[in-house]
C-alpha cells in the first residue's frame, strides 16, 4: 500500500486529493496547522480514514515529526497562504509560509531520507500568479515569470526551490502549475465563490447588491478535482518535472456573472452588482490562460469539467446549502 503526506489538507485541493489517493487504495497522511483547528472536523467528515499530525510549513521539526510518523512515498505541499489578495495585507506572512514554506518541508524531506532521496517523491503547488505582467499568451512551462503580488513572488520562490532540490540532490519532485481551479469547496473569499453563493442568495430573494472588484478580469477557470487527477499523475512519471495544468480557455468576471445569474433565471444581473474600489487589485494581473500540452503529451492529463458546468455546479451547490439551513 503506497503511503501519501498532504501539507494543506483542509483546502479544497487537499480534500479531493485525499478522496483521490484513498480511491487507489493509499494510505493518507495529512498535516494540520495548529491546535484545535477548526476544519480539522471537516477533514474528519470526509475523509475519516486520513491520519492527521499536527504541524506547521514554518516549523521545520513539526515536519519532520510528521515525515517521521508517516513514512510517506509521496508528498503533496498544498499548503499556502492561497488568498492573492490577502497577500498585500500581509506579505510577510505569505512569505514564511508560502515561500520558505516549500523550502522546509524541502529540506525537511532531505534530512528524513537521506542517502536514499529519490524514493520520496515530492509534488509542489506552484500557480499560474507566477506568470503576473504575462510576457507571452498562452503561458507555459518556459515562459518567464513575473509575479505582480506578494503572493505570486513567494509561489515563484518556492517553484525554483523545488527546481533546485531536484537538480541538486536528485530529488524526485515536481511543480504543477496549475492555473484556477475552483469547486463547491472553494472558500467564500475566492471571487468565484463569492459570486455562486450571493447567486443563490439573489434566488432566494436577496436585495442588497454584490460588491465586486475588476468585472474584466479574465482567468483560466477548470474544476479543482480534475487538477488533483493531474497532480497524482506527475508523481507517477519516471523523473520530476514541472508541468502546467490548464484548460486553456479564458472567461471574464463579467461571463461568471451572466452563467451564474442566468442558472437561476436573472438575465439582467447588472442591477445586483456593484463595482467596490475596495476589491480591485493594486497590481492586477494580464491575460492568463495556459497551454497545458506537456500535460496532455506526458501525463495523458486533460480537463473533463468546462466553464458552463462548473459555474452551475457550484451554483447549485450553493443553493442546496442555502436551502438546508433555512429548512
Not at 477533514?43 to 506547521?56: I, K
Not at 459570486?195 to 478580469?217: C, I
Not at 501525463?299 to 458552463?308: E, I, K, N, S
Amino acid at each position: 500500500m503506497p503511503v501519501a503526506l498532504i501539507t494543506g489538507i483542509t483546502g479544497q485541493d487537499g480534500l479531493y486529493l485525499a478522496e483521490l489517493l484513498l480511491s487507489k487504495g493509499y494510505e493518507v497522511h495529512g498535516i494540520i496547522r495548529g491546535q484545535n483547528n477548526p476544519k480539522r472536523a471537516l477533514v474528519e467528515r470526509v475523509v475519516p480514514e486520513v491520519v492527521l499530525h499536527t504541524g506547521d510549513l514554518t516549523d521545520l521539526s513539526s515536519l519532520l515529526r510528521a515525515l517521521k510518523a508517516a513514512n510517506p512515498d509521496e508528498v503533496y505541499n498544498l499548503g499556502a497562504v492561497s488568498f492573492v489578495a490577502y497577500s498585500w495585507d500581509n506579505a510577510q506572512v505569505t512569505t514564511e509560509v508560502t515561500g520558505n514554506g516549500v523550502l522546509n518541508i524541502l529540506e525537511a524531506i532531505r534530512l528524513h531520507a537521506g542517502e536514499d532521496i529519490g524514493r520520496v517523491r515530492f509534488y509542489q503547488a506552484s500557480s499560474s500568479e507566477m506568470f503576473g505582467k504575462v510576457q507571452e499568451v498562452p503561458q507555459r512551462e518556459s515562459t518567464l515569470l513575473w509575479p505582480r503580488s506578494p503572493y505570486g513572488v513567494a509561489k515563484v520562490f518556492g517553484h525554483y526551490m523545488t527546481i533546485n532540490y531536484r537538480e541538486s540532490y536528485g530529488m524526485h519532485a515536481s511543480s504543477g502549475i496549475l492555473f484556477n481551479h475552483e469547486s463547491p469547496r472553494r472558500g467564500p473569499e475566492f471571487v468565484t465563490r463569492k459570486v455562486t453563493m450571493a447567486v443563490a442568495e439573489f434566488a432566494r430573494g436577496r436585495t442588497a447588491p454584490l460588491p465586486m472588484g475588476n468585472l474584466d478580469a479574465k482567468r483560466d477557470w477548470g474544476y479543482a478535482g480534475d487538477y488533483v487527477e493531474g497532480m497524482w499523475r506527475m508523481l507517477q512519471q519516471p523523473h520530476g518535472d514541472d508541468y502546467v495544468l490548464a484548460t486553456g480557455e479564458t472567461h471574464s468576471i463579467r461571463e461568471l456573472l451572466d452563467v451564474a445569474f442566468r442558472h437561476v433565471g436573472i438575465e439582467d444581473w447588472e442591477r445586483h452588482v456593484t463595482e467596490d474600489p475596495r476589491f480591485m487589485r493594486p497590481a492586477e494581473v494580464d491575460l492568463l490562460i495556459g497551454d497545458a500540452s506537456k500535460a496532455r503529451d506526458v501525463l495523458g492529463w486533460r480537463p473533463t469539467v468546462g466553464f458552463q458546468g462548473l459555474v452551475t455546479m457550484m451554483v447549485d451547490s450553493d443553493l442546496a446549502a442555502l436551502d438546508a439551513r433555512r429548512s
